[in-house]
C-alpha cells in the first residue's frame, strides 16, 4: 500500500495550535464475527481517548463526529462514563472526563516498571541539563510518553503522561520505527498518514525509510522541526533483556538555542547512558 499524504495546514510558530486527532470508529468494524471482541468496550474506549487538552468538553454531537460512532452509541458510551464516576457534564451538556479518570492511568504506572524507574532518571537529567527529557512507547503509528521531566514548555502542545504524538516525524518515533521487525514495519508503514506539519517535515516513505536506515546505523535520531517549527530533539533506543527496543530517552529543545552539534555532542552521551540504566530495569 502506499502512504497516504496530507497536506494540512503546517506548522510555522511555536505557539501554533495542536494538531486534531481524529478517531475512526468505523475502525471497529474490522473486528465484526470476532466472538471474543467486546465492540461496547470498545467504543467506550474510543470515547475516552476523544478527549485531549485542546478539547476537554464535548457535545455527543461533537464526540460522535470525532470518533466516527453514532449518536446513540456514544450516548450509551457517556452514560455508563457518568454512572461509573469517570465523566460528567455541565449544564449546557457538554461531557467532560473526572479525576477518577486518573486511577486508570496510575494503575498503569504503578504497574509499569520501567515508567517508574525512568522518572526519577529523568528529573535527575533535567536537574543537570536544565533541558526536558522524556521516555516514550511505541502504539501503533504514535509515541505515548510514560515518563517526562520538564524545565521548560518547548511545545505549544502541552505534553505529559499519556500524550501521544506522531511517530514518523518525532525523534522518539523514529528511534521505535527503525528498530521494529521488518514485518511490523512493514505493516505500520503501510497504514501510515504522512501528515505535512512544517515545510520540513518528511512527506515520502522514501525519505522515510532513509532516515529510519540512518537511526539504526548511527544509533539514534535528531529531528529538527519536523513535527513543530522551532522544536529540535535527540532520541535513542532503550533495549530490553531480549535485545528489542522497547522503549525510547529523549531530549527536546528550542532549536535557536541547542544547535544540531551540541545535540550530538553535549547531550547524546548522557542520553545513552540513562537508557543503558534503564535497559537494565528490563532484564
Known sequence: MTPRLSTAAATTSPTAPAKAKTLPGVALDSYTGDPNFMASLARGLVVIEAFTPQSPQMTISQLSLRTGLSRAAVRRCLYTLVKLGFAG??????????????????????????????????????????????????????????????????????????????????????????????DQLEITLSRLVLTQYTPRTINSIDKLRLALRNVRRNGYALVDQEYEIGLRSIAVPIYAGNGRVVAVVNLSGHAPRIPMLEMQTRFLPPLRAAAAELSVFLR
Open 89 to 182: 457534564a455541565d449544564e449546557s451538556q457538554r461531557y467532560s472526563l473526572r479525576p477518577k479518570m486518573l486511577s486508570l492511568a496510575n494503575t498503569y504506572t504503578a504497574s509499569s516498571t520501567l515508567a517508574n524507574a525512568a522518572q526519577p532518571i529523568l528529573e535527575r537529567m533535567s536537574n543537570t541539563y536544565h533541558e526536558s527529557f522524556s521516555v516514550a512507547t511505541l502504539d501503533g503509528d504514535q509515541i505515548v510518553y510514560i515518563a517526562r521531566s520538564s524545565v521548560t514548555r518547548v511545545m505549544s502542545v502541552d505534553l505529559h503522561i499519556g500524550s501521544r504524538l506522531p511517530a514518523f516525524c518525532t525523534s522518539m518515533g523514529r528511534v521505535l520505527l527503525a528498530y521494529l521487525p521488518q
